[in-house]
């Protein structure tokens, strides 16, 4: 009897030992990464290394509040289900929830199409003129009244004699008359920048200049009937680590940590460049391209202060991703726009053209 009370009671001191264990990791976990929009990575970078894993992060909460309530500790239960759901405005840009969108706006003024798409400089493949005719030809088919382009331009090296950046650009005059480029990297090897394509006339062009080789924010006015709006197209810092130097970094952790933590400031300041730039205009704006960040990061929430989330807005339901390659798969690629812009609706378009997928938003523009 004795022994069968003695076993009883080890295993309730282990079932209170796993819970207690279960709930301070968990909530940590959670408290750190419901801090990454709000916290400089420069500063402190763990809460923006956990912005990153967000989704197995919101599994492991979801999960371990389950076995919680099943162990009847529900004191533990309803703190991590309170943080969970006071957190929902953050997460929720990253595993998105909509129940009502996809609805054409029949008192709309004027629907404008949006792309927001990284390319790739269209020849990090080995058949550049044939990869170069599927994006412009998908493009074409999707028919947006502007596109916002990131990593514009081609390796000489590896481009067909035709197929140079202003061969390229003409080949879009087709359909779209009014362009924007800014070339941040021009070289005998190669040239680098961001394109605005856009069917409406297009003013005031100009840049914001980054102390980075490859990365510039660029923006112009564009004209849409009698309503000026603003357009911001960003390629921002990268952490520039090709499948060699991941595995070499493997072996070197705080040789990756620190390189990526180098990435996320410089990032961190190039997002309060475009946040001054939004503050200062005194027209609706539409801020677009690879942010190379995710929506639970600092630089995303600097830069979508007063904006909604075009793809939050106007998807529907689940975790979406821009970026894919090898095991890595995230949202880096973003469309924010003015309040005063109502979206009508999103989608992530999965064609294999790129490491990045597309972003496409319908939006209405009122007069």
Same mark, same amino acid.
């Given at each position: 009897? %004795?022994?069968?009370?003695?076993?009883?009671?080890?295993?309730?001191?282990?079932?209170?030992?796993?819970?207690?264990?279960?709930?301070? +990791?968990?909530?940590?976990?959670?408290?750190?990464?419901?801090?990454?929009?709000?916290?400089?990575?420069?500063?402190?970078?763990?809460?923006?290394?956990?912005?990153?894993?967000?989704?197995? *992060?919101? *599994?492991?909460?979801? +999960?371990?509040?389950?076995?919680?309530?099943?162990? /009847?500790?529900?004191?533990?239960?309803?703190?991590?289900?309170?943080?969970?759901? *006071?957190?929902?405005?953050?997460?929720? =840009?990253?595993?998105?929830?909509?129940?009502? @969108?996809?609805?054409?706006? @029949?008192?709309?003024?004027?629907?404008?199409?949006?792309?927001?798409?990284?390319?790739?400089?269209?020849?990090?493949?080995?058949?550049?003129?044939?990869?170069?005719?599927?994006? /412009?030809?998908?493009?074409?088919?999707? %028919?947006?009244?502007? +596109?916002?382009?990131?990593?514009?331009?081609?390796? =000489?090296?590896?481009?067909?004699?035709?197929?140079?950046?202003?061969?390229?650009?003409? !080949?879009?005059?087709?359909?779209?008359?009014?362009?924007?480029?800014?070339?941040?990297?021009?070289?005998?090897?190669?040239?680098?920048?961001?394109?605005?394509?856009?069917?409406?006339?297009?003013?005031?062009?100009?840049?914001?200049?980054?102390?980075?080789?490859?990365?510039?924010?660029?923006?112009?006015?564009?004209?849409?009937?009698? =309503?000026?709006?603003?357009? *911001?197209?960003? !390629?921002?810092?990268?952490?520039?680590?090709?499948?060699?130097?991941? %595995?070499?970094?493997?072996?070197?952790?705080?040789?990756?940590?620190?390189?990526?933590? &180098?990435?996320?400031?410089?990032?961190?300041?190039?997002?309060?460049?475009?946040?001054?730039?939004?503050?200062?205009?005194? @027209?609706?704006?539409?801020?677009?391209?690879?942010? %190379? &960040?995710?929506?639970?990061?600092?630089?995303?929430?600097?830069?979508?202060?007063?904006?909604?989330?075009?793809?939050?807005?106007?998807?529907?339901?689940?975790?979406?991703? @821009?970026? !894919?390659?090898?095991?890595?798969?995230?949202?880096?690629?973003?469309?924010?726009?003015? /309040?005063?812009?109502?979206?009508?609706?999103?989608?992530?378009?999965?064609?294999?053209?790129?490491?990045?997928?597309?972003?496409?938003?319908?939006?209405?523009?009122?007069?």
């Amino acid at each position: 009897m %004795n022994k069968r009370k003695t076993k009883q009671k080890s295993k309730s001191a282990f079932s209170i030992i796993s819970a207690n264990i279960l709930f301070v +990791v968990t909530l940590v976990l959670l408290l750190l990464t419901i801090l990454a929009p709000f916290t400089p990575p420069d500063i402190i970078a763990i809460p923006a290394f956990l912005g990153i894993m967000i989704l197995p *992060i919101l *599994i492991l909460t979801i +999960v371990v509040i389950v076995i919680l309530a099943l162990l /009847k500790h529900y004191r533990y239960f309803f703190i991590l289900l309170f943080f969970l759901l *006071i957190s929902f405005p953050l997460w929720r =840009k990253s595993f998105v929830v909509n129940f009502t @969108t996809g609805n054409v706006d @029949t008192e709309c003024e004027s629907h404008i199409k949006v792309m927001t798409y990284n390319v790739e400089m269209f020849s990090t493949f080995d058949e550049y003129g044939k990869r170069f005719e599927e994006i /412009k030809n998908f493009i074409f088919e999707e %028919n947006p009244d502007i +596109v916002f382009i990131q990593e514009f331009g081609y390796f =000489k090296r590896h481009s067909d004699s035709k197929y140079n950046s202003r061969d390229i650009q003409n !080949h879009f005059s087709q359909l779209y008359p009014y362009q924007h480029v800014w070339y941040k990297n021009q070289t005998k090897r190669q040239e680098h920048g961001v394109l605005v394509l856009s069917k409406y006339p297009l003013s005031n062009k100009n840049k914001l200049e980054y102390d980075s080789k490859n990365n510039v924010s660029t923006y112009c006015d564009v004209t849409i009937g009698c =309503k000026t709006i603003r357009l *911001i197209n960003n !390629h921002l810092e990268s952490y520039k680590l090709s499948n060699d130097q991941v %595995n070499l970094h493997i072996k070197d952790k705080e040789a990756l940590y620190f390189r990526m933590k &180098d990435s996320m400031a410089s990032r961190a300041k190039q997002a309060e460049s475009i946040h001054q730039m939004i503050k200062s205009c005194n @027209t609706p704006v539409i801020v677009a391209g690879d942010f %190379n &960040d995710v929506p639970m990061s600092y630089s995303y929430n600097i830069i979508s202060r007063g904006l909604n989330d075009a793809y939050v807005k106007g998807a529907k339901f689940g975790y979406y991703y @821009t970026y !894919h390659k090898g095991f890595a798969h995230f949202p880096i690629d973003h469309i924010l726009v003015d /309040k005063s812009i109502k979206v009508l609706s999103s989608r992530v378009a999965k064609v294999p053209y790129s490491d990045h997928y597309p972003i496409i938003s319908t939006l209405c523009i009122s007069e």
